[in-house]
């Protein structure tokens, strides 16, 4: 059996929680507010899924706010026109059901993942407490605070019952004796982020007529908006007439912020959509309330319990609930043990009253951070947990999110496989377009990489030296013919045939090689060597002598290796002499490795240097350096593709930056990154960029909807800059002053004769 390689261990964090729903009905429909009550009511955490009324202004913007931050996996059409709910649910990037088919055998979707209440609840109507629900054709405003609620036909013991009085109700809502309260069982925030303190909120109650559905609506959504932990009584629903039958409310107001040791001003905010400002005074009175004397306005301080025992409250009919971001699900820690490969682990899951029948888990943790947040990626990593869920996996932000039945057939125990990057680049790639393949360049380029450490390219000096080094063959060909053909190609002959011609015949001159003075002009030996040993330790550069022999007048490169005391000819045997520096001592000089030679030539060097400086700046990081692709049977390549920083990178390498400047290049480049998938499209060139060129990709990568990364020489030749500086001052002439009037060394100066 083979051994697969020890990654280390792992931390993950597990949760648990239902799939949920947002609710779409018709304008002023209460019949498809009572169906939306009655699905959410037999749902787990069913009491925190919107209900949205399908209006004209429907797509307004704080209605996507509340359904982006609802966070739900679905959206379900009770009795809205289908046209627009679909365009809703399109807008939302959300599945859409219609109300009938959630259930259906031929309709199938992540909405399915939940249980009903009772799965969660064991106190679900049982004991000396009851547990409530309201009248299906009751009042609105009942249905709203209790729901409605089918017991299961095979349902023994007890159940939740319709009150006898309405006015149970009231202190129901804050002592969880309502089946939609029950159905929250297990069901929390594990992670908030909110800008104040939730117990310096004041207590929002809603007084309305009974069947409003405008206040049931808004009463509904504040609620399932509202922050579901350690919170006491924060939103409320009364009609007009009942706030008077809750016997010590503003006691038990007092007493709730007395344990929170923090009261706001006012403590109470009376909100309406059906009744007047006297009517709202009235119901206060009744409820033993006081009027805040400080005017309109929230006052957001506290002040200690003792000091006032009154309850204050305000009418305001502008205020909304803050909404705030969070995780869903109770959690549970979890470790294992990683291998680069498969690694099957047991998942512990958080403890849930009950036993809920079909949830979602979402994994987060070490093992994912550097993973691209693609489908793909998630139905590799679940491929071994794919008999426990119906769903392919997905992911919800930074979390895997897997849809499961419980128990599975091998419950806890779930088989996760981290992939290897290099699988996970050529799955991305083949999910973008199955016809690709390594381009000439890239399939140079990954041999490069795989043999040598291409970081030492970002050493000073080592491009230029490497790339000065370079044999002419393919462009110079191809100038040539340029040259020969009057400015262009013959017509029998078209572009990708000569580069073929180039690539055949280009190659059949000798490799140069020169000394470590006449490498780059400009650059002395001491400057250039440096860099030329880099590159031999590499295995890119071979150092050796030169010799001219004067009977075949051949000009050869004797590897040092292959050096003798007596100097001959390797072509025709003769005498020679090695290639001395003026005339004195014998020469070192360098020239490429034969591969090296031919990468340089196909312009694998900027691919390599660009993939260098990204994994230089993330270890993770797995490129290719060209891929040719196909879409629609029109062939591109890709010049750089992979993951880099838990990313989908791809993008164009230039020599020359200016290149970008030419007809619609960058547009071109941008569309292609799209196409392939990609989160960031990068453009590279290994001189300088300029601004233009990167604010016109930067507006065409917002348009599409990509990150722009910009590489250019300060990133790629780090040091660079600095060192040209440090060699121009050298070079510089010293400025000798002129001789001033009256100046000793100019008076004794002889001057011209009279």
């Not at 000091?307 to 204050?312: G, L, P, Q």
């Not at 998942?347 to 979602?360: D, E, I, N």
């Not at 790339?467 to 078209?494: I, M, N, Q, V």
Request: aromatic residues 6%.
């Amino acid at each position: 059996m083979g051994h697969q390689e020890y990654v280390g261990h792992r931390l993950i964090e597990v949760a648990a929680l239902p799939a949920r729903v947002a609710y779409l009905i018709a304008e002023g429909s209460r019949d498809g507010f009572r169906a939306a009550v009655r699905t959410a009511t037999h749902r787990w955490g069913g009491m925190t899924e919107p209900i949205i009324e399908v209006a004209s202004e429907t797509d307004r913007e704080d209605v996507g706010k509340l359904v982006r931050n609802a966070e739900v996996q679905a959206v379900v059409n009770v009795d809205a026109d289908a046209c627009r709910a679909a365009q809703l649910a399109d807008s939302w990037r959300l599945p859409l059901v219609a109300i009938g088919d959630m259930r259906s055998e031929n309709t199938w979707g992540i909405w399915e993942f939940t249980s009903r209440p009772e799965s969660v609840a064991f106190d679900l109507g049982a004991g000396v407490d009851p547990c409530y629900r309201a009248d299906p054709e009751g009042p609105l405003w009942a249905v709203a605070v209790a729901g409605i609620y089918d017991p299961p036909k095979d349902s023994t013991g007890y159940a939740p019952v319709v009150p006898m009085q309405l006015k149970v109700l009231g202190p129901a809502q804050s002592t969880s004796a309502t089946v939609l309260l029950k159905g929250m069982a297990g069901f929390e925030e594990n992670w908030v982020l909110y800008d104040r303190l939730p117990h310096e909120l004041p207590v929002a109650v809603v007084v309305a007529e009974p069947d409003s559905l405008a206040d049931c609506v808004w009463f509904w959504n504040a609620r399932a908006m509202r922050r579901h932990s350690h919170i006491d009584m924060p939103i409320l629903l009364f009609p007009q007439e009942a706030a008077e039958h809750w016997l010590n409310f503003a006691n038990d107001i007092r007493i709730a912020q007395t344990r929170s040791k923090v009261r706001p001003l006012p403590d109470v905010i009376l909100i309406s959509r059906s009744l007047q400002d006297d009517e709202l005074h009235r119901a206060a009175a009744r409820a033993g309330f006081v009027a805040d004397a400080g005017g309109p306005g929230m006052r957001w301080s506290a002040r200690h319990p003792k000091v006032d025992d009154r309850v204050t409250y305000q009418i305001d009919r502008n205020f909304e609930p803050d909404f705030f971001h969070r995780r869903w699900g109770k959690t549970e820690p979890n470790s294992f043990h990683q291998f680069a490969g498969p690694s099957r682990f047991d998942v512990t899951l958080p403890t849930v009253p009950g036993r809920p029948t079909a949830a979602l888990l979402r994994l987060s943790g070490e093992p994912f951070d550097k993973l691209p947040r693609k489908d793909t990626v998630a139905w590799m990593i679940a491929d071994k947990a794919r008999s426990n869920s119906p769903l392919p996996a997905s992911w919800h932000g930074d979390q895997l999110q897997i849809p499961v039945q419980i128990p599975w057939l091998d419950y806890p125990r779930l088989s996760l496989s981290i992939p290897r990057p290099q699988e996970m680049v050529s799955e991305l790639l083949n999910a973008a377009t199955p016809d690709n393949a390594p381009s000439i360049p890239g399939t140079i380029g990954m041999t490069v990489a795989e043999q040598s450490n291409i970081s030492a390219l970002r050493d000073v000096l080592v491009v230029e030296a490497l790339t000065a080094l370079k044999t002419e063959r393919t462009e110079h060909f191809l100038k040539e013919l340029r040259r020969l053909s009057s400015g262009g190609y013959p017509d029998w002959l078209p572009m990708d045939a000569a580069k073929e011609l180039a690539q055949e015949f280009g190659g059949r001159q000798e490799r140069k090689f020169r000394s470590a003075t006449n490498v780059l002009s400009g650059w002395t030996a001491l400057d250039v060597t440096p860099g030329l040993e880099t590159a031999c330790a590499q295995g890119w550069v071979e150092r050796g002598l030169g010799l001219d022999c004067d009977q075949c007048r051949l000009h050869s490169f004797i590897p040092l290796h292959a050096t003798s005391a007596t100097a001959t000819c390797p072509a025709c045997s003769a005498p020679a002499l090695y290639q001395r520096e003026n005339g004195k001592a014998v020469e070192i000089v360098y020239r490429l490795n034969g591969f090296i030679d031919r990468a340089i030539d196909n312009g694998v060097l900027p691919h390599l240097l660009v993939v260098a400086t990204l994994k230089d700046i993330d270890p993770s990081t797995h490129l290719l350096p060209g891929v040719d692709v196909c879409f629609d049977g029109e062939k591109s390549e890709v010049d750089v593709f992979g993951i880099h920083e838990g990313k989908v990178l791809a993008g164009e390498v230039k020599v020359k930056a200016a290149e970008f400047s030419k007809g619609g290049q960058i547009a071109r480049d941008v569309e292609l990154s799209k196409r392939l998938g990609a989160d960031v499209h990068l453009m590279a060139a290994t001189d300088n960029i300029d601004d233009a060129l990167q604010s016109e990709a930067l507006e065409l990568c917002e348009a599409a909807g990509l990150e722009l990364r910009v590489l250019h020489e300060p990133q790629l030749r780090p040091g660079l800059a600095e060192y040209r500086a440090a060699r121009d001052r050298r070079q510089k002439p010293a400025n000798t002053p002129k001789p001033r009037r009256g100046d000793a060394r100019a008076s004794s100066a002889p001057g011209p004769q009279a």
